[in-house]
């Protein structure tokens, strides 16, 4: 399978504790995001690297988030004193870089569903 | 901040019928994609739109990048079982150099067999 993976699928915390997550993009893709989902609503932005480099971050990326991309390759979101409206769906995406920077399609992988207890 | 409105909200058809659904916005976009979503999986891209006015196909599904770069359609012809999901539309304003995508709050499809 050469899609998006997310490690892992689900996870339950309880309010207070750390959680990361890990994504890995589709080879060859320079490009990762990275999307909170709550029910009922569409995908929302949160951060955005460009091989290992962080360009853009939602304001909903409080400081309690950090996201990294150390070699251009996975990425990892944590979650620092998770509180339960941490929970939602986080899902990531890839994407190529095309020519003169403009970019296409973003692929998502499954997600990983966090529940704070 | 942009946001994006899609109607309907949710659609109870029989099998066989076409499907039509919109998405707006209050902003220009200069990309529309349109994504798949069944439960607890990450969005399946449907369609890729690049330029005003374009349509584009993907077997049963058609979708179209409307001529004020606001709005976009996509229309489902002779529904199966397999179209249950929930659709998204998304957005993305590459002129001002944003990557992110920007979502409608999904319409949910159910099918009558």
């Known amino acids: 399978d050469t899609g998006v993976s997310q490690d892992p699928r689900h996870k339950i915390t309880k309010r207070g504790q750390n959680v990361t997550f890990r994504c890995d993009p589709i080879?060859?893709?320079?490009?990762l995001y990275w999307y909170r989902q709550t029910l009922g609503q569409g995908p929302e932005f949160l951060t955005y690297f460009q091989n290992e480099a962080q360009l853009e971050k939602s304001r909903l990326l409080s400081d309690r988030f950090s996201a990294e991309r150390p070699k251009g390759s996975f990425s990892t979101l944590e979650i620092q004193r998770t509180e339960q409206g941490d929970s939602a769906m986080y899902l990531c995406a890839s994407s190529p870089q095309r020519l003169a920077g403009q970019t296409y399609e973003q692929y998502f992988g499954p997600g990983t569903r966090l529940t704070v207890t | 901040g942009q946001q994006l409105n899609q109607s309907p909200q949710s659609m109870f058809i029989q099998e066989g019928e076409d499907v039509s659904m919109n998405c707006t916005s209050s902003?220009?976009?200069?990309?529309w994609l349109w994504y798949k979503q069944d439960p607890g999986e990450g969005p399946v891209l449907l369609i890729a739109?690049?330029?005003?006015?374009e349509l584009t196909s993907n077997g049963r599904l058609t979708a179209q990048f409307g001529i004020t770069r606001k709005d976009s359609f996509l229309n489902i012809s002779a529904s199966i079982p397999s179209d249950v999901g929930i659709y998204f539309c998304a957005g993305q304003n590459r002129i001002q150099g944003a990557q992110k995508l920007v979502f409608g709050q999904g319409t949910r499809l159910t099918i009558n067999p």
């Open positions: 902003s220009i976009f200069n990309t």
């Open positions: 080879s060859e893709h320079n490009r």
């Open positions: 739109l690049y330029k005003a006015g």
